[in-house]
């Protein structure tokens, strides 16, 4: 056989010869995903975050009457796709402008929590929040969380 360049390589007969040359034109990219791939990609990035974010159920009445005491019941039902580590480490609190105040777990309920709290007597609309504070089991072992509910209010009508 002949190595030198420009040399002729022989072609033996019924064998075909290798064609290297494109049947198609090459992919043309428009930017990084086209729009089909793109929109599975968010879908599914939706679920998993929608599936690994807490769940709040305030059970606390919107509107109370105004008592004496201005000492108010809050209530909450509070769910986390976490593997907590066990509940008597979640810590509740309900958080009022800047004061926080802590919850008890309401016996033989799963993940209630209530608290008597002193609103101030002047104000009618009082915004809050729930704040939980937990150890979940993470891929190393323990890791300390804390999630925060949306804010929500109270109404306290003046007599």
């Known amino acids: 056989m002949d190595n030198r360049p420009g040399a002729k390589v022989p072609v033996s007969?019924?064998?075909p010869r290798e064609d290297h040359s494109l049947d198609f034109p090459p992919a043309r990219f428009r930017g990084i995903l086209p729009p089909v791939k793109q929109f599975v990609l968010v879908a599914l990035?939706?679920?998993v975050a929608a599936g690994c974010t807490p769940k709040?159920?305030?059970?606390?009445?919107?509107?109370?009457?105004r008592v004496s005491e201005s000492v108010y019941p809050f209530e909450v039902q509070w769910d986390t796709p976490r593997r907590v580590?066990?509940?008597a480490e979640v810590k509740a609190?309900?958080?009022?402008d800047t004061q926080i105040f802590p919850?008890?777990?309401?016996?033989?309920?799963?993940?209630r929590w209530e608290a008597q709290v002193p609103l101030p007597a002047e104000k009618t609309y009082i915004p809050y929040r729930f704040k939980f504070e937990y150890d979940y089991l993470g891929n190393t072992g323990p890791v300390h969380a804390s999630d925060r509910s949306p804010e929500y209010y109270i109404i306290v009508p003046r007599q």
């Open 85 to 87: 580590a066990s509940n």
């Open 93 to 96: 609190f309900v958080v009022v």
């Open 13 to 15: 007969p019924g064998i």
């Open 56 to 65: 709040y159920m305030n059970l606390t009445s919107r509107r109370v009457p």
């Open 103 to 111: 919850m008890t777990k309401i016996p033989n309920t799963a993940n």
């Open 45 to 47: 990035l939706a679920v």
